[in-house]
T-cell receptor, first 111, second 114 residues
Framework: GDSVTQKQGQVTLSEDDFLFINCTYS??????LLWYVQYLGQGPQLLLK?????NKGISRGFEATYDKGTTSFHLQKASVQESDSAVYFC??????????FGDGTQLVVKP | DAGVTQTPRHEVAEKGQTIILKCEPV?????LFWYRQTKIQGLELLSY????????DGGAFKDRFKAEMLNSSFSTLKIQPTEPKDSAVYLC????????????FGEGTRLSVL
């Protein structure tokens, strides 16, 4: 069945560091790929959405590229800030609207 | 536009009590999801409705968890009876329901069962 894998449980960085959060997926369909961000005490918010292979999603300095070849959708940001500290979830949505979430990656950014 | 509204934001229950959590989806959205979120298990699907019909019911949660969608603008999640292991954040989300749309989440209800 379909699945999403985020291997990093926690990433700790300093301000202005480069961020890379790993996400790989497994599916036999052509899904929509998503990144959500969840700040403490809030629900997950949609950060990025990409619907077509080889396209890139960009939002608030974050970017992710839908790589059908490597079945990956890694999240990157050139320079993180303390305010980016949150949990980041990768997800895929099938055409029938079934959704699969990764386990989430806790990002801690130290000032 | 109003987002997904969940009430209450916090709930404290004694073991064995019945609690009801409420969710108002985004107006016009056809799909509604209930999730349980814990640090250990992450996001677990409890129920999925499409146009008020139950499409998926998380197997492990069937015996004490019951989600209902009374009309297109209101859903409830009943936990009966509650157990301490039910302590978690319960999230409701809705989406338009057309091909691959991203769901919009509410702020969640934090449940503590003593």
């Amino acid at each position: 069945g379909d699945s999403v894998t985020q291997k990093q449980g926690q990433v700790t960085l300093s301000e202005d560091d480069f961020l890379f959060i790993n996400c790989t997926y497994s599916t036999t369909t052509y899904p929509t790929l998503l990144w959500y961000v969840q700040y403490l005490g809030q629900g997950p918010q949609l950060l990025l959405k990409v619907t077509t292979a080889n396209n890139k999603g960009i939002s608030r300095g974050f970017e992710a590229t839908y790589d059908k070849g490597t079945t990956s959708f890694h999240l990157q940001k050139a320079s993180v800030q303390e305010s980016d500290s949150a949990v980041y979830f990768c997800a895929l949505v099938e055409s029938n609207n079934r959704i699969f979430f990764g386990d989430g990656t806790q990002l801690v950014v130290k000032p | 536009d109003a987002g997904v509204t969940q009430t209450p934001r916090h709930e404290v229950a004694e073991k064995g009590q019945t609690i009801i959590l409420k969710c108002e989806p985004v107006s016009g959205h056809n799909d509604l999801f209930w999730y349980r979120q814990t640090k250990i298990q992450g996001l677990e699907l409890l129920s999925y409705f499409r146009s008020k019909s139950l499409m998926e019911d998380g197997g492990a949660f069937k015996d004490r968890f019951k989600a209902e969608m009374l009309n297109s603008s209101f859903s409830t999640l009943k936990i009966q009876p509650t157990e301490p292991k039910d302590s978690a954040v319960y999230l409701c989300a809705s989406s338009p329901g057309t091909g691959g749309q991203a769901p919009l989440f509410g702020e969640g209800t934090r449940l503590s069962v003593l």
